[in-house]
């Protein structure tokens, strides 16, 4: 059973540019998350997805970031005119179903932009 | 706003010799997790406490869970090389939603020979 796939691994843009980050959750999972990781800092929660919905995006700057997870394909997280400090790690996670008392969320490799 | 604080945030260790890391958190939760990160890698599952008193244990490692003092500790038993790491605490929203996970900054661990 594949883990939560991300891609690409490592991403470099220049400012102004558009970052995309693709995430595809593991094999049943119906649920995604993004965080992001700046350097010698745990991970901020960015935004929670199920298909087609986004359930919860206050993690998330108000203008350039946006995210879907479409009925078919991966979760996309995007970033419109990455500036510098957009560099960071960028993973992604995905959990089963809600309903289970708690939440364990599975993490994906991690995408790792830098913005020139 | 929940806030998880570990420490300490480095901790340079001799092998064979035992040490416990902390993690604080601010409101109440009952769900705790603790993840293990590599350099340049993902976050990989250790354990996750569910309840007042839970305990777990897998090799060297055993954690622990107080809700009452909002307390986890991760003990190190008899520490080797391959334990060297980013240590992560993190809790979720019990009182509101259970999937925004609030991590703590981490704790850098060399076990040195």
């Known amino acids: 059973n594949a883990g939560v796939m991300q891609n690409p691994r490592h991403l470099v843009r220049r400012r102004g540019q558009e970052a995309r980050l693709r995430c595809s959750p593991m094999?049943?999972?119906?649920?995604v998350y993004w965080y992001r990781q700046l350097p010698e800092e745990g991970l901020k929660f960015m935004v929670y997805?199920?298909?087609?919905?986004?359930?919860?995006e206050s993690g998330m700057p108000k203008e350039r970031f946006s995210a879907e997870f479409p009925k078919e394909g991966p979760s996309i997280l995007r970033i419109q005119q990455v500036v510098r400090g957009d560099s960071a790690a960028y993973f992604c996670?995905?959990?089963?179903?809600?309903?289970?008392?708690?939440?364990?969320?599975?993490f994906g490799p991690g995408t790792r932009l830098t913005v020139l | 706003e929940l806030k998880v604080e570990q420490n300490p945030l480095f901790l340079s260790m001799q092998e064979e010799k035992n040490y416990t890391i902390y993690c604080n958190y601010s409101?109440?939760?009952?769900?705790l997790y603790w993840y293990r990160q590599d350099p340049g890698k993902s976050l990989e599952s250790l354990f996750v406490?569910?309840?007042?008193?839970a305990v777990k244990q897998e090799g060297r490692l055993m954690a622990s869970l107080d809700t009452k003092a909002r307390l986890s500790t991760l003990h190190i038993t008899a520490a080797v090389h391959d334990l060297s790491a980013t240590y992560f605490c993190?809790?979720?929203?019990?009182?509101?939603?259970?999937?925004?996970?609030?991590f703590g900054k981490g704790t850098l661990l060399t076990v040195n020979p």
């Open positions: 996670a995905s959990s089963p179903s809600q309903g289970l008392t708690y939440n364990e969320q599975f």
């Open positions: 094999k049943g999972h119906s649920h």
């Open positions: 997805l199920q298909k087609e919905n986004i359930i919860d």
């Open positions: 409101t109440t939760s009952d769900r």
């Open positions: 406490l569910l309840s007042n008193g």
């Open positions: 993190a809790v979720d929203n019990s009182g509101g939603s259970n999937y925004k996970l609030t």
